[in-house]
């Protein structure tokens, strides 16, 4: 039967000798392709010692902003835990009292905000969502834990710190927003 491509191989029965036997053709070759990759650069990096370079669009941990007299943002709306779509996002609302003025911007602030980070899958959707500019991801990548309790982030983890004389360590707009700002 004649076959329907040109591409078929007749197969030479031939005895191999004696270095084919003891497979040392194969050897050499394999060994050829290893050292080839010796002088290629290499995929992988010394993590943490060497960091790599993230996208400008990279979106890492979030922070809760405060404003610049040290008053959280946040007015628990509830905007973000609505747009996400994870469902990562929990809170409890509460309404503020005479002389916590400088502690919450809003008459209603979050007394707990939670982010799930086994949940969320960092789309960005909740800080487009914001209507105060509180809530925005950072640079910062997720620390990695042994357990599932510590990766539900509270406001501890979450709100912008603040130093012992009350200055705010401000964490610094994200690359990526920088980024968007410049197109
Ligand atoms: S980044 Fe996305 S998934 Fe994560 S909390 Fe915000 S909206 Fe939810
Ligand atoms: S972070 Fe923004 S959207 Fe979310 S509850 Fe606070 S004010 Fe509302």
Partial sequence: MEPLTNRSKKLVHKPMN?????????IVHGMAITMGHFFRKKATIQYPEVKREFAPVYRGVHILKRDENGAERCTACGLCALSCPAEAITMTAAERKPGEELLYREEKYAAVYEINMLRCIFCGLCEEACPKEAIFLSDSIAIANYDRESLVYGKDRLVEPMDPKGHINTVEEAERQKWFKSR
């Avoid at 004696?18 to 194969?26: G, I, K, Q, S």
């Fill in 18 to 26: 004696l270095a084919e036997r003891a497979y040392l053709p194969v």
